[in-house]
T-cell receptor, first 112, second 111 residues
Framework: DSGVTQTPKHLITATGQRVTLRCSPR?????VYWYQQSLDQGLQFLIQ???????AKGNILERFSAQQFPDLHSELNLSSLELGDSALYFC???????????FGPGTRLTVT | KNEVEQSPQNLTAQEGEFITINCSYS?????LHWLQQHPGGGIVSLFM???GKKKHGRLIATINIQEKHSSLHITASHPRDSAVYIC?????????????FGKGTHLIIQP
């Protein structure tokens, strides 16, 4: 158990809908990262937050947004969902930017 | 383009064999992760290293910064080592602090 929690574990929704994925980092970790793992693209970095502020952006679509709250948990919002958004979404946390990351169990999103 | 290449893509070996998985990257990095992903999907961080060598149990990771290459070794392999092993790097000076991942090595250890 990495100490990073993600909810929900599984999510099935329809095209065009909006969902929110939640992540709680390990105690004491200030950095939160979001990653997407799809069959065709593999693992890709989406976005990073550090102590409530957005720090870095990767391949995140404009339909996706995220935030980190004062208690350091983070949410990833996915809107206008398309079939291609079906993937595993991982959250990871670390004590500092570029420190060792610890991964949550992931949320499996299926868009039908 | 910053790329992370792993080899082999697939590896099947017998229990007890010594396993080596290789990772190469294209530009300077600040650190490299080795990750393990089991069939259930969860990702476990095995090592993070920026120089030299690290050992944890039967796992050994090495990195050669000059040659832009890292290896993960498994000694006395066991069926429970069957998983996908993923190399991931922090590129230095790139502006993004997320990891860039290799495609993974699918390892099967047969009893």
């Amino acid at each position: 158990d990495s100490g990073v929690t993600q909810t929900p574990k599984h999510l099935i929704t329809a095209t065009g809908q909006r969902v929110t994925l939640r992540c709680s980092p390990r105690s004491g970790d200030l950095s939160v990262y979001w990653y997407q793992q799809s069959l065709d693209q593999g693992l890709q970095f989406l976005i990073q937050y550090y102590n409530g502020e957005e720090r870095a952006k990767g391949n995140i679509l404009e339909r996706f947004s995220a935030q980190q709250f004062p208690d350091l948990h983070s949410e990833l919002n996915l809107s206008s969902l398309e079939l291609g958004d079906s993937a595993l979404y991982f959250c990871a946390s670390s004590v500092c930017p570029s420190c060792e990351q610890y991964f949550g169990p992931g949320t499996r999103l299926t868009v039908t | 383009k910053n790329e992370v290449e792993q080899s082999p893509q697939n590896l099947t070996a017998q229990e007890g064999e010594f396993i080596t998985i290789n990772c190469s990257y294209s530009v300077g990095i600040s650190a490299l992760h080795w990750l393990q992903q089991h069939p259930g999907g969860g990702i476990v961080s095995l090592f993070m290293l920026s120089s030299g060598k690290k050992k944890h149990g039967r796992l050994i990771a090495t990195i050669n910064i000059q040659e832009k290459h890292s290896s993960l070794h498994i000694t006395a392999s066991h069926p429970r080592d069957s998983a996908v092993y993923i190399c991931a790097v922090f590129y230095s000076g790139g502006g993004a602090d997320g990891l860039t991942f290799g495609k993974g090595t699918h390892l099967i250890i047969q009893p």
